[in-house]
């Protein structure tokens, strides 16, 4: 008999009840459960429970049905530009510092202003919901607008302090930029779907005296540091040139390595470094599509598996990508983990899945809030159907999500129990104003 029933407890009321065919927590790790409901209430995760006993102990104000759908937590990016939505296809088939110095920087010293931040990323934004991406860290100028634009779709945003040497039209030089970076910090510090991290660009943009200001930033704010790294084989070598390290030893000797460390890319690494990232507590961001399109190499993920990384997904920006689109990022971890390696066990589905969520959450400092299905979590989740004829069978709906379905299967996204996506169309703009920013911007970039 149920202990309500027999007690004579009323049905407890919550928001919303959540009733697909499958429901993967990521945390147990490795489990997918059938028959199971998902109970939210104000914004949160109340329980995770057998569809009888969610009917017998819950009062919900909507029941969502999705049969044939499997649900998970939302997709967080961990690495991005979303501003550079504006960007896709602008400059294809270049490596990365004839890209940046050629076409990238030259392109952002004309149009990269507060509007054309918050125009792409309001882009980016739509695009990430549709594919079930509820969190994304971004790394861009005038955060503030980056901020309007993830508020107006309803995202969680991680916004980066970014820092580089140089002068652009946001910031004068890298104390400008981390004082006005932060100034938008405190301002924006009462908003639950918005953190912070500090966000030097490169060991190529950043002088030392800069990375000293902001490992003692990081430590005083314990905010996250997230920075480009041993990307490309040519910057290990300027590194050795200029510096006589490779560029994770200078970032050692200024304090940088520990648990507040997100490395981008992290390409080029030899074992020892690989122990030392581990050793520190630090995270990865693998962007293997990125590194793919710009010919960085591949990042050698089952080293970095076997050891115990921590490690998390980010598509990089639509420049040079071009998709905002962690599926794609999955199947390529994946893929390219088991043929480098020659070992086809290495990134099973079910570690993709939490590289893709809770990895990602881990790294920003988010897991307590996000990344898995647990009570008390927020409801940041996404539905993917995977009954459609062009998917079938599906014998293993983990297995599916990571090597057979698409993005254009996500059905829902809901960021804190708000649904900010459904039936293929962000929630709150319009698919016509997107076209219309879209086609404005284009314009203006080609012109």
Known sequence: MNTLAASGAAPIKIDLLIRPQWIIPIEPAGVTLSGHALAVSNGRIVALLPNDEALQRFDPRQTIDLPGQVLLPGLVNLHTHAAMSLLRGYADDLPLMRWLSERIWPAESRHAGPDFVRAGTLLACAEMVRGGITTFNDM?????????????????????????????????????????????????????????????????????????KIATLAAQLEIPVHVHLHETRHEIEESLKLHGVRPLERLRRFGLLGPQLIAVHAVHLDPGEIDLLVHEGCHLAHCATSNLKLGSGIAPMSAIQARGLNFGLGTDGAASNNRLDLFHEMRHAALLAKGASENAEVLGAHTTLRAATLGGARALGLDGRIGSLLPGKAADLCAVRLDEWLIQPCFDPASHLVYVAGREQVTHTWVEGKLVMSGGTPMQISISELLDVAGLWHTCLAS
Not at 192 to 210: G, R
């Open 140 to 212: 861009y100028f005038f955060p503030d607008a980056a901020a309007a634009a993830a508020r107006r779709i309803g995202m969680r945003a991680v916004l980066g302090v970014v820092v580089i040497e140089f002068p652009t039209s946001y910031a004068a030089d890298a104390d400008d930029y981390l004082a006005k970076g932060l100034a938008v910090r405190d301002a924006l510090s009462g908003d639950p779907l918005l953190s912070f991290c500090l966000a030097p660009h490169a060991p190529y943009t950043v002088a030392d005296k800069t990375f000293r």
